[in-house]
């Protein structure tokens, strides 16, 4: 149960990652289904760049979640894995040589 909740709560941040991102960048951006990896870096790194991947750059966004007045606050990072040509377009979008 607490997977699943920690899931719905990481597709609905993610989606207003990309949102945010769109809007500002003035595309569309369509999400894939998100996945939840728990562990070492090293397993995040093979999960996202592993045999099938997309492509070969990532856009990490540190995240804390802070429930009531409970410290420390949980850190989560959702990872960002877009196409080449997606990261052009983006790059593009704010004038980035």
């Not at 894939?32 to 492509?55: H, N």
């Not at 750059?57 to 429930?67: G, L, Q, R």
């Not at 850190?75 to 080449?84: M, V």
Request: glycine share 10%; aromatic share 6%.
């Amino acid at each position: 149960m607490a997977e699943s909740a920690l899931k719905e709560v990481g597709n609905i941040l993610g989606a207003a990652y990309l949102n945010a991102l769109a809007t500002l960048i003035g595309v569309t951006l369509l999400p894939s289904i998100p996945e939840l990896i728990t562990g070492d870096p090293a397993s995040l790194v093979r999960a996202a760049f592993g045999e099938g991947a997309a492509g070969d750059i990532a856009v990490s966004v540190e995240t804390e979640f802070h429930v009531g007045e409970k410290e420390p606050a949980p850190i989560g990072y959702f990872l960002f894995c877009p196409q080449r040509v997606t990261v052009r377009r983006i790059l593009d979008a704010l004038r980035v040589e």
